[in-house]
């Protein structure tokens, strides 16, 4: 069954640096998501993403984050200048159409020293 | 706007007994679908079940069954004869229809131990 891909599966990055978590979607979905769940909390959404733009974002998506397709296939979440509190399990979702369910990636567990 | 309660942040059970997991939701929209997932210590989501607003039937899958109620906006589920494996962190969750596709919002979570 075809999966959804994230890499690396854990980045030990210093405080101050970016980080850049990439995701390569299942071939033909359309829709992309960022969630992040801070250790022993709930998984909180990020950010969708549709037609090469972003479609909603939530509070914690600030200027320091973005995200691009930069070759069509893989879908990256960048963090810049990241703080001690970035740390988190950052997993993206992707699905084919609006009606289907999102298939979520097994993650990214992000350490910021 | 939505929310998802899971009233029960942790339960205990020893192995063999039947376990529920409470959820509770708001939402205004007619269209929503309701997930669980689960979390085992390694971290990642696994998709457990996916239920829409129009289909209230119950489902049974294997040890698993889910308890659809509208009327008090609740999707419980149960396990069976719970084992040790199904120890994890369960996360209810909602999404709604918007015109971008829906993103989720989800519970804080149900962790499980099941002891042997």
């Known amino acids: 069954e075809p999966e959804v891909t994230q890499t690396p599966s854990h980045q030990v990055t210093q405080m101050g640096q970016e980080v850049i978590l990439r995701c390569v979607p299942i071939?033909?979905?359309?829709?992309f998501y960022w969630y992040r769940q801070i250790l022993g909390q709930k998984v909180e959404f990020l950010v969708s993403f549709y037609n090469n733009e972003i479609s909603e974002k939530s509070e914690i998506f600030d200027d320091q984050f973005s995200v691009e397709r930069p070759d069509g296939s893989n879908f990256t979440l960048k963090i810049r200048s990241t703080k001690l509190e970035d740390s988190a399990m950052y997993f993206c979702?992707?699905?084919?159409?609006?009606?289907?369910?999102?298939?979520f990636g097994d993650g990214t567990r992000l350490s910021i020293l | 706007a939505q929310k998802v309660t899971q009233a029960q942040t942790e339960i205990s059970v020893v192995e063999k007994e039947d376990v529920t997991l409470d959820c509770v939701y708001e939402t205004r929209d007619t269209t929503y679908y309701l997930f669980w997932y689960k979390q085992p210590p390694s971290g990642e989501l696994v998709f457990l079940i996916r239920r829409n607003s129009f289909d209230e039937q119950n489902e049974i899958s294997g040890r698993y069954s889910w308890n659809f109620q509208k009327s008090t906006s609740s999707f419980n589920f149960t396990i069976t004869a719970s084992q040790v494996v199904d120890s994890a962190v369960y996360f209810c969750?909602?999404?709604?229809?918007?015109?971008?596709?829906?993103?989720?919002?989800f519970g804080p979570g149900t962790r499980l131990s099941v002891l042997p």
């Open positions: 071939s033909n979905h359309l829709y």
């Open positions: 969750a909602l999404s709604e229809e918007k015109n971008y596709g829906q993103n989720f919002v």
């Open positions: 979702a992707t699905k084919e159409r609006s009606n289907q369910p999102q298939h």
